[in-house]
C-alpha cells in the first residue's frame, strides 16, 4: 500500500542541460540557462542525460545555484527522488510512525550519531533502553526491477561498513538501509562492478549479525509527494544476475 511520507513545496518542472561536475547540473528552466545543486554524489549515469525532465526546488538568493535537483522522470507521473536530504526526511517520517517492520519501539533518534572514527546517520533509542544505528545509503542506479548500490568506488562507504561490524560484534544492534528512490523496484541488489570491496564488506556485515533492509520510495510530480511503496523490499547480496528472484 502506498504511503505518503512528504510532500515537496513549489516543484519545478526543467530539462538537463549537462552535468557540470559532481555537485551542479545546468538545466533549461522557461527557456532560461540556469545552474542546479546536485546532493547525490554518485554517478547517476543512466538518469542525467541530456534533455531528460528533472524536477528541482528553488534556493534561498544567497546560494551559488538558483535551484537543487530534486528528482529525474522515470515513468509516468513518477521520478526517480535523487536528492538525498529528502530521501533521509522521508525516512524519519517513516520512522516516526514506526511504519517500517524491521524497527519498532522507537522512542527518539539521534543524527549524525559518533562511532569510532565515523558518524553513522542515526543512533535510535528504543523503548529496550538499547540503541540502534542505521547507516543509510541512496540506492538510485536502476537495473530493471532492481535498485542497486553502489554505481562508483566509495572508501567512505566501506569505512562506514567496517564500523557497523565492530559495532555489532561488540554486541551492539546495527542496520544498513538502502532507498531505492525508483519507482517500480522490486528488490535491492549489491553492485559488484560498482565497488567490489564493499560487495564483499556487505556479505561479511550480514555474516556478523549487521541487519540490512531496503525500502522503495519514488517522487510524484503531479502532486510533490514523495510516497513509499515498499517499506522492506527484498535484499540480494550474493547473486548477480539480471533481476530480482
Known amino acids: 500500500m502506498h ?7 513549489d516543484l519545478l518542472t526543467c530539462r538537463l542541460i ?5 555537485f551542479v547540473i545546468l538545466i533549461d528552466y522557461h527557456g532560461h540557462t540556469k545552474y542546479a545543486h546536485i546532493s547525490n554524489t554518485g554517478r547517476l549515469l543512466d538518469y542525467l542525460t541530456s534533455r531528460r525532465v528533472v524536477y528541482c526546488l528553488r534556493q534561498p538568493a544567497q546560494l551559488k545555484t538558483d535551484f537543487r535537483l530534486v528528482g529525474v522522470e522515470d515513468g509516468a507521473d513518477a ?12 525516512f524519519e517520517q517513516g520512522l516516526q510512525r514506526e511504519i517500517f517492520p524491521w524497527i ?3 522512542k527518539r533518534y539521534d543524527r549524525d550519531f559518533p562511532i569510532g572514527a565515523s558518524r553513522i546517520d542515526y543512533g535510535v533509542h528504543l523503548q529496550n533502553g538499547t540503541t540502534a544505528l542505521i547507516k543509510v545509503k541512496s540506492a538510485v542506479l536502476r537495473q530493471g526491477n532492481s535498485a542497486m548500490y553502489p554505481d562508483c568506488p566509495s572508501t567512505r562507504g566501506q569505512k562506514h561498513i567496517r564500523e557497523l561490524i565492530r559495532y555489532r560484534s561488540s554486541g551492539g544492534e546495527a542496520h544498513i538501509l538502502f532507498i531505492a528512490a525508483l519507482p517500480a523496484i522490486q528488490c535491492f541488489r549489491s553492485n ?3 565497488d567490489p570491496e564493499i560487495f564483499e564488506l556487505l556479505q561479511q556485515a550480514r555474516l ?4 540490512i533492509h531496503a525500502i522503495g520510495m519514488f517522487l510524484q510530480p503531479s502532486s510533490g509527494q514523495i510516497v513509499l511503496y515498499e517499506p ?3 535484499v540480494q547480496l550474493e547473486v ?4 530480482c528472484q
Open 104 to 106: 519498532k519501539g522507537v
Open 3 to 9: 504511503q505518503t511520507l512528504l510532500k515537496t513545496p
Open 208 to 211: 556478523a549479525g549487521v541487519d
Open 79 to 90: 521520478a526517480a527522488l535523487i536528492d538525498t536530504r529528502l530521501q533521509m526526511q522521508a
Open 240 to 243: 548477480q544476475n539480471d533481476g
Open 192 to 194: 559488484q562492478q560498482g
Open 18 to 22: 549537462e552535468r557540470i561536475n559532481r
Open 232 to 234: 522492506d523490499l527484498p
